[in-house]
């Protein structure tokens, strides 16, 4: 059930996270499916509506900065200086964990991921409930992330109780993601939040990008964020082997290739990244359902937010290569 996020909605929303459901709700990256993080029973329901592995871990969202002293601990400058210039905002930290937090949202590492959404409805959400929300994506597992609520429905609609429309996602991908498990920050994931901005705060951070069997946090996997039709890199190898299939392409800025193509999208005709992060997976989800038998994708800039699409573009393709 898809409802307006009005704060009548949001009250009934926060009403079914203190009773142990699940909803779906807006945030500026994706939209989340979300429960009590602190109620290990509700949390279940996430892994069974999704069908997500227990063995990756959940971030958990906050609404108020002071709170990451609940459910965290050893903090140091460079943590501090992240949280007060960008949150509310796409940056999650993994830090050392309190005992208050359940197992299965860490997937029993000693370590959680935590952020402060920059969402209204999100935020009044967590406030209203009372408690930190854990919450990934609110898709099938592996498939696109949802970018709008059509997007959650098409894939939730009939296991998720309900879903608050709060409009397209400003930023339209995940979060990034920042370690301090050890003394070292590292970067596990790119997101929302440039690297280069943070790195101009705290200095030079190493960067851990990988797939891995038993993930320290979200979005390590090797196959994931994929339309369910196949999709490849667009470039002249991959033409020729597909030719006379049909074949939806995904451009960056403009089609430079002398090819008839059955669909083209265009991830922004002024050449702005963050309007192609912006557009990247609502893009996806309209090409899937178009009459076509596989997606060709143009590679992006690899600078600022270009790096977070190209690392969905490639796990996206990991599944089908």
């Not at 930190?132 to 939730?156: E, R, W």
């Not at 369910?228 to 890199?233: G, K, M, V």
Request: net charge positive; glycine share 6%.
């Amino acid at each position: 059930m898809i409802l307006e996020a009005n704060l009548k909605n949001i009250k009934s929303a926060a009403e079914l996270i203190r009773s142990g459901e699940a909803v779906a709700f807006p945030t500026e990256t994706v939209y989340g499916l979300g429960a009590n993080a602190l109620n290990p029973s509700a949390v279940v329901k996430i892994f069974e509506i999704k069908k997500r592995p227990k063995f990756n871990p959940l971030i958990i969202h906050i609404a108020d900065k002071s709170s990451v002293f609940e459910y965290s601990k050893n903090h140091n400058e460079k943590i501090f200086e992240l949280i007060k210039n960008f949150w509310p905002g796409p940056l999650t930290l993994v830090l050392k964990k309190k005992k208050n937090i359940p197992d299965i949202v860490t997937a029993g590492n000693d370590t959680v991921a935590i952020r402060m959404p920059n969402h209204k409805t999100a935020l009044r959400l967590i406030e209203y409930s009372g408690c930190p929300i854990a919450a990934p994506s609110a898709n099938s597992f592996g498939l696109l992330s949802p970018t709008d609520a059509s997007h959650v429905d098409k894939q939730l609609g009939g296991r998720v109780k309900l879903i608050l429309d709060g409009g397209k996602s400003s930023v339209g991908v995940e979060s990034t993601i920042i370690s301090f498990a050890d003394e070292t920050p590292t970067l596990l994931r790119h997101g929302g939040l440039p690297i280069e901005k943070i790195e101009k705060l705290i200095g030079k951070i190493k960067v851990n990008i990988s797939s891995k069997v038993k993930p320290n946090s979200p979005g390590q996997m090797k196959y994931h964020y994929a339309p369910a039709i196949p999709i490849y890199f667009l470039n002249d190898s991959n033409l020729k082997k597909f030719e006379g299939k049909k074949i939806g392409a995904l451009f960056f800025e403009k089609n430079d290739y002398d090819y008839k193509f059955e669909l083209e999208k265009i991830l922004s005709k002024k050449g702005n990244l963050n309007e192609a992060a912006l557009n990247f997976f609502k893009m996806l989800h309209d090409l899937e359902n178009e009459n076509i038998d596989l997606i060709l994708a143009e590679k992006v800039p690899l600078s600022g937010i270009g790096f977070a699409i190209t690392d969905r573009l490639q796990r996206a393709v990991n599944k089908y290569s």
